[in-house]
């Protein structure tokens, strides 16, 4: 295909790649980063709205094509080094972020204390259960991928509605959670070759196994302080401060369960044998299956 003369000036990468930066039309907010090859940056030229590639899925996807928080583009620039665009847009919603925030910018490095910690400074504004189905966030995101999405992101997926959840058997949720599992041993294993600058996992293969180990512990850390402002929060003190709460705890857990299969995934082991050995424990007693180690 013979590239227009406006996308021949653009210095995509070895991948036919480059990064994108969504900023706010009116705050100048920075919003979210993703990727675009030529097809992407043309359609977004075309339709005025956000259209981005997704590595992982290697796919094109439109900005909220599920969850309906869509890109609306005024402004495309290109940088001195002709390899950054930058889009300034209307983000539908307000919401750009997939933990349900305006910006997947919300942490903020406190540098008052003894040692630097970031925190986090946004509140959620939806949460992502309302938003999203309970899929892969991290297929991009923490590209996570946090990118994920959540880390890591990775990309929009298809929403899950109140009156579907309300009718899932025990059995659906099963396989649902397994396929889940299953599919995050797949992009898992698949970070292992890939090259550390793709994406958020394959960077923490390439630091190795400490630094593995580490983000487990960080993300453990994380979630013990969730869970104490979650306890200190209440309905009465303010809901909307609750459900920040409650939402904020959510997300660490999920970074913690993620990022130990990270760990697993280093050793080959997929999440099946640990969903096998939850199952061997259950209808044990706990002292019994202790006493029998």
């Given at each position: 295909?013979?590239?227009?003369?406006?996308?021949?000036?653009?210095?995509f990468?070895?991948?036919?790649?480059?990064?994108?930066?969504?900023?706010?039309?009116?705050?100048?907010?920075?919003?979210?980063?993703?990727?675009?090859?030529?097809?992407?940056?043309?359609l977004?030229?075309?339709?005025?709205?956000?259209?981005?590639?997704?590595?992982?899925?290697?796919?094109?996807?439109?900005?909220?094509?599920?969850?309906?928080?869509?890109?609306?583009?005024?402004?495309?620039?290109?940088?001195?080094?002709?390899?950054?665009?930058?889009?300034?847009v209307?983000?539908?919603?307000g919401?750009?972020?997939?933990?349900?925030?305006?910006?997947?910018?919300?942490?903020?490095?406190?540098?008052?204390?003894?040692?630097?910690?970031?925190?986090?400074?946004?509140?959620?504004?939806?949460?992502?259960?309302?938003?999203y189905?309970?899929?892969?966030?991290?297929?991009?995101?923490?590209?996570?991928d946090?990118?994920?999405?959540?880390?890591?992101?990775?990309?929009?997926?298809?929403?899950?509605?109140?009156?579907?959840?309300?009718?899932?058997?025990a059995?659906?949720?099963k396989?649902?959670?397994?396929?889940?599992?299953?599919?995050?041993?797949?992009?898992?294993?698949?970070?292992?070759?890939?090259?550390?600058?793709?994406?958020?996992?394959?960077?923490?293969?390439?630091?190795?196994?400490?630094?593995?180990?580490?983000?487990?512990?960080?993300?453990?850390?994380?979630?013990?302080?969730?869970?104490?402002?979650?306890?200190?929060?209440?309905?009465?003190?303010?809901?909307?401060?609750?459900?920040?709460?409650?939402?904020?705890?959510i997300?660490?857990?999920?970074?913690?369960?993620?990022?130990?299969?990270?760990?697993?995934?280093?050793?080959?082991?997929?999440?099946?044998?640990?969903?096998?050995?939850?199952?061997?424990?259950?209808?044990?007693?706990?002292?019994?299956?202790?006493?029998?180690?």
């Amino acid at each position: 295909m013979t590239l227009p003369a406006w996308l021949t000036a653009i210095n995509f990468n070895a991948d036919g790649l480059i990064p994108a930066i969504a900023q706010d039309q009116q705050s100048g907010r920075i919003l979210m980063m993703a990727w675009m090859n030529a097809e992407a940056l043309q359609l977004t030229a075309q339709t005025q709205t956000a259209v981005y590639f997704s590595r992982s899925r290697a796919k094109l996807w439109h900005k909220g094509e599920s969850s309906g928080h869509t890109q609306h583009v005024h402004d495309l620039r290109l940088d001195c080094d002709a390899d950054v665009i930058v889009l300034r847009v209307t983000q539908v919603g307000g919401i750009a972020c997939h933990t349900g925030r305006e910006s997947c910018f919300y942490q903020r490095l406190d540098v008052t204390g003894s040692e630097p910690t970031w925190q986090t400074v946004d509140k959620v504004i939806k949460d992502p259960a309302d938003i999203y189905s309970a899929k892969d966030h991290y297929s991009d995101k923490h590209s996570v991928d946090k990118s994920a999405n959540t880390s890591p992101q990775i990309a929009d997926t298809s929403p899950t509605s109140q009156a579907s959840v309300a009718i899932e058997t025990a059995s659906t949720a099963k396989n649902r959670a397994e396929s889940i599992l299953q599919q995050l041993d797949q992009v898992l294993a698949e970070r292992k070759h890939a090259d550390a600058d793709s994406s958020y996992v394959a960077s923490l293969y390439a630091r190795g196994l400490n630094k593995i180990l580490e983000k487990v512990g960080e993300e453990a850390t994380e979630s013990i302080i969730a869970a104490k402002d979650l306890a200190s929060s209440n309905e009465q003190t303010g809901k909307a401060q609750y459900d920040a709460a409650r939402n904020e705890l959510i997300y660490e857990v999920a970074d913690v369960w993620f990022h130990t299969l990270v760990g697993l995934a280093w050793f080959d082991i997929e999440s099946d044998t640990v969903l096998t050995e939850l199952g061997r424990r259950f209808g044990l007693s706990g002292i019994d299956e202790k006493a029998a180690r």
